[in-house]
C-alpha cells in the first residue's frame, strides 16, 4: 500500500489535473470505512475483498485478489472522489518487507487498467475491475447469530445496559428535533429492551423490541406504562457499525430520522469490558478499558517514509475484529494474509490485552477478468502466523488517542501504528464542517442549548463559526480537552453556554455529532431501505 505522504502527493496532481472540469457535488453519505465484499462472491468461502477507506473526497483502496497462477496479490486504488463515483488505475507492488524481514520500500509494478467504483449510500455500491463486468459491492457487516447473548447485558436493569448510543432525531427540513441517548439490552426471551431519554425536552421512555431480519436491525413499541406519554413512536433502528440509522413518527405523525453513533458496549458475554465504543479520533481521548480503534487503514509508524510499503487494514465490530495486511514474500511478491477473532479475555494472563489475531495466506482465488473460484489457504506451515493488536486507553501520558496502537506480525517486535491520514489536516481544521452541538446553558442556567454549528474558519489555535457565536479552543485548565464556548452575540464577550469535549473527527464527542465534513458530505451511511 502507499503511505499518506505519497497517497496526498497522488491525489494533489489528479484533482489539478481535472479541476478545470469537474466541479465536486457533495454527497448524502460517506461510504464506511472496513471490510467490502463483492455480493455475488460472498458464497461462505476465501475469496476476493476490498478494504474501503474514505476521508473526505479522497479515497483510497486496497483490493484482495489473485493472480493467475493462483498466488494471493494486492492492488491498490487512490483518488478524488467525483460525486459518487471514483475511476483511478489499479497499481501493483513489489519488493517490500515481509514477515520478519529488514526494513525494505516496495516499488510500483504496473497496474492491470482502471477501476471504477461507485456508492449508492454507505454500505452498497459498485465495482467494475479491468476485464469485467460491473458488479454490486456491499459493507461487509457481521450478522453474529450469537448476537443475543454474547453482546448485550441479560436485562434492562444490569449495570452495563449492552450497547449505548447518542441519537439525533431530524425532521425532513432537516432541523435538530431532539437529542437522545439510546440503551439496548436483552429482555426475555427474545426480546430487547430500547430505553431512550433526554437532556432537552426532558423525554424518557422504555421500549419492547423485536430483531428484524438483517443486520442488527429492529423494531420497537413503547411500554404499555409509558405509551401514552411517549412522543415517538413506530420506531425502527439498524446499527450498521458504528452507526446507527432508522425512522421514527412523533405524536403528529411527521416522520423523523435518526442520525446517531454508538458510543460504548457493556459486557461482552460477561468477559470483557469496552467503553468509548467507535469514538474515532484524531484528537485525543481518553478510556480506562481496551478501546475501539478507528477502522479503516492503519500503517507502521516507522515506515512513514514516503514511499510505497506495507498496510494494515482493520475492521472491528461488536466482538469480532477483522484483519487485512497488505505485505510482501522474501523474493518480493506483493501478497496479503487475513483473519478474524473474537475478541475477549486471554485466556493464560487473564487480561483484555493484547488481542491475538490468527492469519493466514491463501491460493487460488479469482483473478482480475477471470472466472469464479474459491481459495483455499495455502498449506505451507511459515504460511500462517498470528498478529497481536493492542489498543489501549491508557499510555505515558494517561490519555491515549483511538488512532493510535501497537502491532506484532510474525517473526517482529512489537510496533506502533497509526490510522493513516488521508488529508493531513490540523487538529483544529478536522473541525470544519457541520456539527450538532449540546452547550450547557449558563446565561440563565436551564435545559441545555442544542444548536447545528458550522465551521469554515479555523487556524492552528481555534475553530470559529461561520456566525460567530460559537468558537473552539484548547481548554486552558487541561490541554487534553477542548472547549467551545457558545456567545450572546458575534463579538463573543458574553458566554451563554459551553461545551467541554475530547472531540474526534470522525463522528462525535458524548454531546457533539459531526454531521458533514468540511467538504458538505454527510458524514454517516445515509438512506438505508429498512427492512
Known sequence: ??????????????????????????????????????????????????????????????????????????????????????????????????????????????????????????????????????????????????????????????????????????????NFVDFLGAGLSKAEGKNYRLSLSSRFSGYRASYDCQRLSGVQSFSCEALVSDAATSPYADLKFQMIGPEVVGTLKNSSGDVLEIAGVQRAMGFLGGAVSLCGMYEYAYMPAG??????????????????????????????????????????????????????????????????????????????????GGPASAAAPVSDGQEAGAAVIEFSGRNEDRIAPYVEGTFQLPGEEVKPVKRLDLQGLTPFSRLAGEWAMAFSNAVPPGAPILRKVRFSSTDEASATSDDGLVQCTKNPYDLQRYVCHLYVDATRAVVQGSLYARFNGFTADEDAIQLKDQFANWRGVGKIASE
Not at 464506511?32 to 476465501?46: F, I, N, R, S, Y
Not at 477502522?295 to 477483522?322: C, H, M, Y
Not at 487485512?324 to 496479503?336: A, E, H, K
Open 1 to 174: 500500500m502507499n503511505n499518506s505522504t505519497y497517497l496526498r502527493a497522488t491525489v494533489t496532481a489528479s484533482v489539478l489535473a481535472l479541476s478545470c472540469t469537474v466541479a465536486w457535488a457533495a454527497r448524502s453519505f460517506t461510504p464506511q470505512a472496513g471490510t467490502w465484499a463483492v455480493t455475488e462472491e460472498l458464497d461462505g468461502k476465501p475469496g476476493r475483498g476490498l478494504a474501503i477507506d474514505v476521508q473526505g473526497n479522497t479515497l483510497f483502496m486496497q483490493v484482495f485478489a489473485y493472480e493467475k497462477n493462483g498466488d494471493a496479490t494486492f492492488y491498490t486504488a487512490t483518488a478524488r472522489m467525483e460525486g459518487t463515483t471514483v475511476t483511478a488505475p489499479l497499481m501493483r507492488y513489489k519488493a517490500g518487507r515481509s514477515f520478519g524481514g529488514s526494513a525494505q520500500d516496495a516499488v510500483e509494478d504496473g497496474s492491470p487498467g482502471m477501476v471504477t467504483v461507485s456508492f449508492s449510500n454507505g454500505i452498497l455500491g459498485s465495482i467494475r475491475f479491468p476485464g469485467e463486468e460491473e458488479k454490486r459491492i456491499e459493507r461487509f457487516l457481521i450478522n453474529d447469530p450469537d448476537f443475543d447473548d454474547a453482546v448485550l447485558a441479560p436485562s434492562p436493569e444490569a449495570r452495563n445496559i449492552g450497547k449505548t448510543s447518542k441519537w439525533l432525531l431530524v425532521d425532513q427540513g432537516g
Open 287 to 368: 478510556c480506562d478499558q481496551w478501546q475501539m480503534p478507528s477502522n479503516g487503514t492503519w500503517v507502521f509508524a516507522d515506515e512513514l517514509t514516503g514511499r510505497p510499503g506495507r498496510g494494515i487494514s482493520v475492521d472491528v465490530q461488536d466482538k469480532v475484529a477483522i484483519l487485512q495486511i497488505f505485505n510482501y514474500l522474501p523474493d518480493g511478491r506483493s501478497t496479503f494474509h487475513m483473519g478474524s477473532a473474537v475478541i475477549g479475555r486471554n485466556p493464560v494472563t487473564g487480561t483484555i490485552n493484547p488481542r491475538i489475531v490468527p492469519i493466514q495466506r491463501y491460493q487460488g482465488g479469482r483473478y482480475l
